[in-house]
């Protein structure tokens, strides 16, 4: 079947889309794999989050106390291009109308990027509702700056840090300058059900 959709003949579209497929497929299995046994979002996903409104949030956001859903990370990307790269090889040659197969891959993408998001948020939803009463377990707990931390509250970040040994991730803000992603931090106090106060 592959030999079939990858004929020596294909056009340089196709080739690139199967060439965007496996990179998109590869780096889905390694975020996978980092995410369920690593306890926590992929270094990978967090050192190429890509930031197109000017904010720094991740799948979780909407949880954390933030304004919603953000579907402009590096994570939804490659779900996008997983779903919109597979069904467009794996219809290929089946719907003759390009218009109508681009459209069919498009909302695929799309609907596997929705799909992908509610689940982390499920399960983030999960991980957050233990019994950890953050008020007196955060304080003094190190971590690293998941995502960046804007200076003097000026916005949220997300941090990572370890809370009864398990990794769990957290929105936060600081008093100093910004924190960037991968620093080093420490929780000053809980401000909020998920909100930190760190430097």
Known sequence: M????????????LKIIWIVTIIATVVFLIQSIMTFVGGGSSDLDSDLD?????????????????????????RNLVNFCLGFGWTF???YGRITS????????????????????YMFKWLWGMQQSGNINLEKAAPGCTGTAYLAIPSARSGE???QI????????YAAVTDGDTIPT????????AIGPNLLLVK
Do not use: Q
Not at 2 to 13: F, K, R
Not at 162 to 169: D, F, G, K, L, S
Not at 182 to 189: D, K, L, Q, S, Y
């Open 98 to 117: 390009t218009f109508l197969l681009v459209l069919v891959s498009v909302l695929v993408g799309l609907a596997l990027v929705a799909i992908v998001m």
């Open 162 to 169: 370890t809370i009864n040994n398990a990794v769990r991730e």
């Open 89 to 91: 090889i794996i219809l």
């Open 50 to 74: 890509i930031n197109f409104d000017g904010t720094d949030a991740d799948v979780p956001d909407a949880i954390a106390g933030g304004s919603g859903m953000n579907l402009y990370t590096f």
């Open 182 to 189: 991968g620093a080093a931090i420490t929780v000053i106090e």
């Open 2 to 13: 592959i030999a079939s959709l990858w004929p020596a003949a294909a056009g340089t579209g």
């Open 157 to 159: 970040g997300k941090v």
